[in-house]
């Protein structure tokens, strides 16, 4: 489930309680959390509604100025039901501190690589990981698509694996395209000694 940046920040200070999506499959349940920029965001209720009986309280509680601009956005969606989710901020997101440790402690470094020898091992184009961190260093902040054909791979491909180099500390990812994190960029010094 993705949210635009003002409206994490919403979530995260508290002003936006609730979400709405118009979704053929329904995607999160209650309970479930959500990895954002901002931190874990926690799905706390789901529940159909009709397009109709969206109110402009609710609308408001969503970012929006009122419903009817939130109606408008939902029906440029042809199919699908329109679900009403709320969501509170839950934590702050580990991967910010993990990107901040540069200094590797005994095994932490090894550990690290022998992570992305096993992303690479069971990726189906073989070695990636070090390209990829190699291309986001030279390249940073590019569009992603931009940066998917320096790395000579698909736009999407690039945006799924960025994020589990990301969810290993190693990339920080910006609007738009994305840097190393220190620890990303300690990593990359030590396999170039």
Do not use: C
């Amino acid at each position: 489930m993705l949210f635009k940046q003002k409206h994490l920040e919403g979530i995260k200070s508290g002003k936006i309680s609730l979400a709405f999506r118009k979704w053929k499959k329904l995607t999160v349940s209650e309970g479930n959390l959500i990895k954002t920029s901002v931190g874990n965001i926690k799905i706390v209720s789901v529940e159909e509604i009709a397009l109709q009986n969206i109110s402009d309280e609710e609308a408001e509680k969503a970012g929006f100025k009122n419903a009817s601009s939130l109606v408008q956005l939902l029906e440029e969606q042809k199919e699908g039901a329109i679900y009403r989710i709320g969501v509170v901020f839950d934590s702050e997101d580990p991967r910010i501190e993990l990107r901040e440790r540069f200094q590797f402690e005994e095994g932490e470094l090894e550990g690290l690589k022998s992570e992305l020898e096993i992303l690479d091992k069971y990726s189906k184009i073989g070695k990636w990981t070090t390209k990829t961190l190699q291309v986001i260093r030279e390249n940073p902040k590019m569009k992603a698509a931009d940066l998917a054909v320096k790395a000579k791979k698909e736009k999407e491909w690039l945006k799924l694996n960025v994020r589990k180099l990301k969810s290993l500390g190693l990339t920080i990812s910006h609007e738009p395209g994305y840097t190393l994190s220190p620890r990303g960029e300690a990593y990359m010094d030590s396999i170039e000694k």
